[in-house]
């Protein structure tokens, strides 16, 4: 019986997967850059700011105020490769304590950087492991944070195309402490490049100290599907923006 239904689910679009998939409201990937170019107090300042946003209460308010009131939440980081040991795996999000949960598994983790910055194998990385979960959400979100352009791996926007085009939102968080005149401005390149897919939003942090604000902003927007961020318009005569300039540059760190 088991194959016959597995065969007429298969003529009709559906698979046994994707009905016993978990319905949650959202499936949201945290990809988190751990470059070198961000030195270990950065870095710091970087997972104190996720594990702060896990707890607050306007995150938690977010999920439960969904349609029903439960998320999918993933974890891992990446540089020039994706750090598989930092993966913290799938997990629902419903109440304070599942949150506090998650933040005590990421605050657990070993903090350190690596060297290169491949915003495309880190979108490739989570797209696999979105599409790949149990869960079934009416958003599957991609939220990715950098400090660099791409400047090693596969070209950022044929990633960027390939996950858009299975339904995967982008949305970014732009680095911008030790801004760089050589690839021009990092939100820019990200509003260009990186994000996609509908209300997509890039948030940039200028400062160490907005770090902790910014992560909680996109994380509430994200669950709640409100987004009050700026959304970047072309200006008249705006050059466009050059998505292979960190290929063309000096591999740094």
Request: proline letters at 5%; one cysteine or more.
């Amino acid at each position: 019986m088991l194959r016959v239904l597995s065969v007429i689910l298969a003529f009709s679009g559906f698979s046994l997967q994707t009905m016993a998939a978990e319905p949650v409201d959202v499936e949201l990937m945290l990809a988190v850059d751990i470059s070198g170019s961000m030195d270990l107090e950065e870095a710091h300042v970087q997972r104190t700011g996720y594990v702060e946003a896990l707890r607050h209460p306007d995150f938690v308010a977010a999920v439960k105020g969904g349609y029903l009131g439960r998320i999918a939440l993933g974890y891992f980081e990446w540089a020039g490769l994706v750090n598989e040991n930092s993966v913290i795996a799938w997990q629902v999000i419903d109440d304070a304590e599942d949150a506090k949960a998650f933040a005590a598994k990421l605050e657990a983790r070993p903090i350190g950087t690596r060297r290169a910055t491949s915003l495309s194998n880190a979108i490739s990385f989570a797209t696999s492991l979105i599409e790949g979960n149990e869960f079934s959400g009416t958003r599957r979100i991609l939220d990715i944070s950098g400090d660099g352009p791409n400047n090693t791996g596969p070209p950022v926007i044929s990633a960027r195309t390939d996950t858009l085009a299975r339904g995967i939102i982008i949305n970014g968080l732009a680095i911008m402490i030790r801004p760089s005149v050589s690839f021009g401005p990092l939100d820019r390149y990200y509003r260009d490049c990186v994000i996609g897919g509908p209300s997509s939003f890039v948030l940039a942090v200028h400062e160490p100290e907005d770090f902790a604000v910014a992560i909680r902003q996109k994380l509430v927007m994200e669950v709640s599907g409100r987004s009050t961020a700026d959304r970047f318009q072309l200006a008249a005569g705006e050059p466009a923006t050059d998505c292979t300039i960190g290929e063309k540059l000096p591999l740094g760190p």
